[in-house]
Nanobody, 121 residues
């Protein structure tokens, strides 16, 4: 069982930055493929970014490419999402997800509870 706890959300203005963190349990964190998803009220959950465990390759949704950066610190068992140039349409609950040994950008076995990000115009 993998437990994921997100933090770092908040209320910011358009153009500001935030860094989300996701602390993960488990001794084999370095083998977890991980991702960030988001869901705004009344909308479906959407993919934001992912990082693989082989070579730490990354993938981003077109809507965040160039503004968001996903990274993973294996020593701290923590996943990050650096969000710059935030826009009101980035407002959502952000979830981190993990898949030990996974090889899909979009399918995960474990999910966190989410952290709210609100961007005002």
């Amino acid at each position: 069982q993998v437990q994921l706890v997100e933090s770092g959300g908040g209320l910011v203005q358009a153009g500001d930055s935030l860094r989300l963190s996701c602390a993960a349990s488990g001794r084999t964190f370095s083998t977890y493929a991980m991702g960030w998803f988001r869901q705004d009220s009344g909308k479906e959950r959407e993919f934001v970014a992912a990082i693989g465990w082989i070579g730490s390759s990354t993938r981003y949704a077109d809507s965040v490419k160039g503004r968001f950066t996903i990274s993973k610190d294996n020593a701290k068992n923590t996943l990050y999402l650096q969000m710059n140039s935030l826009k009101p349409e980035d407002t959502a609950v952000y979830y981190c997800a993990a898949s030990p040994g996974g090889n899909s950008w979009y399918e995960y076995d474990y999910w966190g509870q989410g952290t709210q990000v609100t961007v005002s115009s």
